[in-house]
């Protein structure tokens, strides 16, 4: 869409939308290659499409449990250290919300850390930092982009349950 391949889409988006995010240009997945270094092109891609057509834009997502490789949070030996997966998510977190300071609106920060057991989804992020991987998440989004809306992100946020589990996160 935002590579100009589809121009129809494009038309019906510019068009039709106040407000886009894209599904996977800004997951680490995505953003990232093995060795750690950055693929910028389908991010900017999509940050440009929002910019030169004037549509609210919102970074998807910061932190999240899937769609990231486990050489993230683990080595052969287990579990890396609480102080290294802060320092790898400060590196990650700095350097996408800093690119993109003030032409994004918004950032979804946290993505779906609660489960459908509505208790803590036990990520690795959660089994390595606990709850306060979503406080360091938001405080760094925060620190970069005060400017940037900041969200929490979910599905069946509606249904009894999984909605007070994480109007409860919130609140904590």
Not at 7 to 16: Q, T
Not at 22 to 40: I, S
Not at 50 to 79: E, M, R
């Amino acid at each position: 869409l935002t590579r100009g391949k589809h121009p129809d889409l494009s038309e019906i988006v510019k068009r039709n939308f106040s407000s886009i995010t894209p599904e996977n240009a800004l997951k680490w997945e995505q953003l990232r290659t093995k060795e750690g270094d950055w693929k910028w092109d389908d991010a900017d891609g999509f940050v440009n499409f929002g910019q030169a057509h004037n549509i609210h834009s919102v970074g998807h997502c910061l932190a999240w449990h899937s769609q990231i490789p486990d050489s993230v949070f683990k080595t052969a030996k287990g579990y890396i250290k609480p102080e290294q997966l802060r320092s790898k998510m400060t590196d990650h977190i700095t350097t996408l919300v800093e690119r993109y300071k003030g032409k994004l609106a918004a950032w979804d920060v946290v993505n779906e850390a609660v489960g459908d057991d509505n208790a803590m989804r036990k990520s690795h992020y959660y089994k390595i930092l606990g709850e306060k991987f979503i406080d360091h998440a938001f405080n760094l989004a925060h620190e970069v982009d005060p400017k940037a809306h900041l969200m929490y992100n979910d599905y069946n946020i509606e249904k009894t349950g999984k909605r007070e589990a994480a109007a409860a996160l919130m609140q904590r």
